[in-house]
């Protein structure tokens, strides 16, 4: 086969993926980057306690998001400034408040958001000192 047969087949395919692609409707920009499952992965769910900024990222870049109805440029806010409760929304999108990952990842949310950690205790009580 030759590198023009290669070449035009390349090129074919392409521009029928762009025709096809669900890139151009406005209505649901963001289900480029969602994946077709109903269900939501295991590591994604226990990785996601630790360090949710990293598991968006490595899942955008894959394509592996839970399926979910967020907008796309909400989608990108949420995951830029408060990652855990766009994850927190993906779980209840897909499995429900009846879900033990739910509540586990509110508990976390809540826990983020108070300042339950030590390290913000210890500035808390490092300011107050100062």
Do not use: C
Request: zero cysteines; a positive charge; charged letters at 20%.
């Amino acid at each position: 086969m030759s590198a023009e047969v290669v070449k035009q087949i390349t090129v074919t395919f392409f521009k029928f993926e762009i025709r096809n692609s669900k890139f151009f409707e406005l209505s649901s920009l963001s289900s480029r980057f969602f994946s077709q499952s109903d269900t939501m992965d295991t590591p994604f769910l226990i990785i996601s306690l630790f360090f949710p900024r990293v598991v968006l990222f490595i899942y955008y870049a894959k394509g592996w998001i839970p399926t979910n109805t967020v907008p796309l440029l909400l989608d990108v806010l949420l995951a830029v400034f408060i990652p855990r409760l766009l994850i927190l929304i993906y779980i209840y999108q897909t499995l429900g408040t009846g879900s033990v990952w739910f509540w586990i990842h509110l508990i976390a949310l809540l826990l983020a958001f108070s300042g339950g950690g030590t390290a913000a205790k210890k500035r808390k009580r490092k300011k107050e000192r100062s």
